[in-house]
């Protein structure tokens, strides 16, 4: 969900760019304003900062291992170099 303040304060600054002669409804112009802006973002295929964190930390933790299975694969071929073996390799 998307941080109601900063709709809030969008939306106030879209009102007070509004001309003097047509703010005479100021809080009614401020609320369509912020009703077009929370229809126009929950259209956004957007995620939640909580949402984001999380997957980025799976992310890291994912590349931590695979960096760890990298270099798991690059002793085991390097141990089979030094015993004579050539290590297979997929077609």
Same mark, same amino acid.
């Given at each position: 969900?998307?941080?109601?303040?900063?709709?809030?304060?969008?939306?106030?600054? @879209?009102? %007070?760019?509004?001309?003097?002669?047509? $703010? %005479?409804?100021?809080? +009614?112009?401020?609320?369509?304003f $912020?009703?077009?802006?929370?229809?126009?973002?929950?259209?956004?295929? @957007?995620?939640?900062? +909580?949402?984001?964190?999380?997957?980025?930390?799976? @992310?890291?933790r994912?590349?931590?291992? @695979?960096?760890?299975? %990298?270099?798991?694969?690059?002793?085991? +071929?390097?141990?089979?170099?030094?015993?004579?073996?050539?290590?297979?390799?997929? +077609?």
């Open positions: 969900m998307i941080d109601l303040h900063h709709i809030d304060d969008l939306a106030r600054r @879209l009102s %007070e760019l509004v001309p003097p002669g047509l $703010r %005479e409804s100021g809080e +009614e112009l401020q609320a369509s $912020r009703g077009a802006l929370q229809a126009g973002l929950g259209k956004l295929d @957007l995620v939640t900062r +909580e949402e984001f964190d999380v997957q980025r930390a799976v @992310l890291l994912t590349r931590e291992k @695979l960096e760890k299975l %990298e270099r798991q694969v690059e002793d085991l +071929e390097a141990r089979l170099h030094a015993a004579g073996q050539s290590p297979a390799r997929p +077609e």
